[in-house]
């Protein structure tokens, strides 16, 4: 019967570390893996096997992290989101739901504003003076005369009384 | 303007006072940035997340830059503080992750494109394949701390040292969990060994 590295063996040769100290196998696992092709092949194949994984990880990462940094200066959101029309959809509702009551705000403030802080200019001061002559005129005109005021039949003669009365005194 | 001085000025004059070994941190992100990323990219396997984790984890290391003793290296720090991201990531969102996962997934055929051609044969180039398909779909069969710890060690190459700082774990605990790993790598190698003989 053939005796092979145990797993802790093998994994320590992988694991190999130069921050632990070595053991007193190291030694006897180097021999046997000198003189064991089943031990050596399958070392070899298990460490080409995480070399692989690691460069290729690696590599790999290289290129995503490239990629993401290039997205990262742009701010339009990701493509399969804009690709998508369900989200199209959301974001037309949503649009159309903001821009209501934004509507109605802009009609409230484009209504008129009273006329009291309207400039006064000459032109409408001339025009109103001459409506109001107008409306004056009408008025005395449109006045029967017997229905106009009487004058004050006592107008003079208190006058004259209270002359008189001043030279009394 | 330098993002310093714009952060300076915005910290109240308390936290202004002391320095730390993170305050440039356009210098560590610069550093850092990629390796992080490709940290989260390996572990998580979206790259929408992986990115968002990255910036997660530049992000708390600025707010609990105060905390940093300097007791580890940077990087050190930064990995630690991703690996909580992940997973706390992993964790609550388990379900909505195996969800994105059926999405935007990082497929074994993504990455091995980039696996390198030193050999052009054809057969030779089957292989390579195969063997990183087989690594690739272990790892995702691996416990969540087994991961981690493989990943720290096999993807980073760090030393059992610096992951035992980074877990918090043991150097025998952290050797344990690699022994497993490889465990799992090592049956479904043998068997697909068989399977070809």
Same mark, same amino acid.
């Given at each position: 019967m053939t005796l092979h590295l145990t797993h802790e063996q093998l994994c320590d040769v992988i694991l190999a570390d130069s921050s632990l100290p070595r053991e007193g196998t190291s030694t006897i696992v180097q021999d046997h893996l000198h003189a064991c092709l089943h031990c050596s092949a399958e070392l070899e194949s298990l460490r080409a096997s995480l070399a692989l994984f690691r460069e290729a990880s690696t590599a790999y990462a290289g290129q995503q992290f490239v990629r993401s940094c290039m997205q990262r200066g742009?701010?339009?959101?990701p493509q399969h989101l804009l690709t998508q029309p369900l989200y199209w959809a959301a974001a037309a509702v949503l649009l159309v739901a903001a821009s209501f009551p934004l509507n109605l705000y802009r009609q409230q403030q484009h209504r008129p504003v009273p006329a009291a802080t309207a400039v006064v200019t000459p032109h409408t001061t001339e025009s109103d003076e001459a409506l109001l002559e107008d409306v004056d005129q009408t008025l005395s005109a449109d006045v029967p005369s017997p229905m106009e005021p009487l004058a004050d039949p006592t107008a003079s003669s208190t006058s004259a009384d209270s002359t008189t009365y001043q030279r009394k005194n | 303007m330098p993002s310093q001085a714009i952060i300076s000025e915005r910290l109240p004059a308390t936290q202004q006072a002391v320095a730390t070994p993170l305050d440039d941190m356009d210098s560590i992100v610069a550093m850092y940035e990629q390796r992080i990323f490709r940290f989260h990219l390996v572990s998580i396997r979206d790259r929408d997340v992986a990115q968002s984790l990255t910036q997660d984890t530049f992000l708390r290391a600025w707010n609990a830059r %105060?905390? $940093?003793?300097?007791?580890?290296?940077i990087s050190t720090w930064l990995m630690r503080i991703a690996l909580n991201l992940v997973r706390d990531h992993t964790r609550t969102d388990r379900f909505r992750f195996w969800k994105r996962v059926s999405e935007t997934a990082v497929d074994v055929s993504d990455i091995s494109s =980039?696996?390198? =051609?030193?050999? %052009?044969s054809l057969e030779s180039r089957l292989i390579a394949h195969e063997q990183l398909a087989l690594v690739w779909e272990s790892v995702a069969q691996l416990s969540e701390r087994q991961r981690n710890v493989f990943l720290l060690r $096999?993807?980073?190459?760090?030393?059992l040292s610096e992951i035992a700082t980074i877990t918090g774990l043991p150097v025998s605990t952290v050797k344990t969990h690699l022994y497993r790993a490889l465990a799992t790598i090592r049956a479904r190698h043998n068997a697909t060994h068989k399977e070809d003989q």
């Amino acid at each position: 019967m053939t005796l092979h590295l145990t797993h802790e063996q093998l994994c320590d040769v992988i694991l190999a570390d130069s921050s632990l100290p070595r053991e007193g196998t190291s030694t006897i696992v180097q021999d046997h893996l000198h003189a064991c092709l089943h031990c050596s092949a399958e070392l070899e194949s298990l460490r080409a096997s995480l070399a692989l994984f690691r460069e290729a990880s690696t590599a790999y990462a290289g290129q995503q992290f490239v990629r993401s940094c290039m997205q990262r200066g742009s701010i339009a959101p990701p493509q399969h989101l804009l690709t998508q029309p369900l989200y199209w959809a959301a974001a037309a509702v949503l649009l159309v739901a903001a821009s209501f009551p934004l509507n109605l705000y802009r009609q409230q403030q484009h209504r008129p504003v009273p006329a009291a802080t309207a400039v006064v200019t000459p032109h409408t001061t001339e025009s109103d003076e001459a409506l109001l002559e107008d409306v004056d005129q009408t008025l005395s005109a449109d006045v029967p005369s017997p229905m106009e005021p009487l004058a004050d039949p006592t107008a003079s003669s208190t006058s004259a009384d209270s002359t008189t009365y001043q030279r009394k005194n | 303007m330098p993002s310093q001085a714009i952060i300076s000025e915005r910290l109240p004059a308390t936290q202004q006072a002391v320095a730390t070994p993170l305050d440039d941190m356009d210098s560590i992100v610069a550093m850092y940035e990629q390796r992080i990323f490709r940290f989260h990219l390996v572990s998580i396997r979206d790259r929408d997340v992986a990115q968002s984790l990255t910036q997660d984890t530049f992000l708390r290391a600025w707010n609990a830059r %105060s905390t $940093f003793r300097g007791d580890c290296a940077i990087s050190t720090w930064l990995m630690r503080i991703a690996l909580n991201l992940v997973r706390d990531h992993t964790r609550t969102d388990r379900f909505r992750f195996w969800k994105r996962v059926s999405e935007t997934a990082v497929d074994v055929s993504d990455i091995s494109s =980039h696996v390198p =051609h030193r050999d %052009s044969s054809l057969e030779s180039r089957l292989i390579a394949h195969e063997q990183l398909a087989l690594v690739w779909e272990s790892v995702a069969q691996l416990s969540e701390r087994q991961r981690n710890v493989f990943l720290l060690r $096999f993807l980073d190459e760090l030393e059992l040292s610096e992951i035992a700082t980074i877990t918090g774990l043991p150097v025998s605990t952290v050797k344990t969990h690699l022994y497993r790993a490889l465990a799992t790598i090592r049956a479904r190698h043998n068997a697909t060994h068989k399977e070809d003989q």
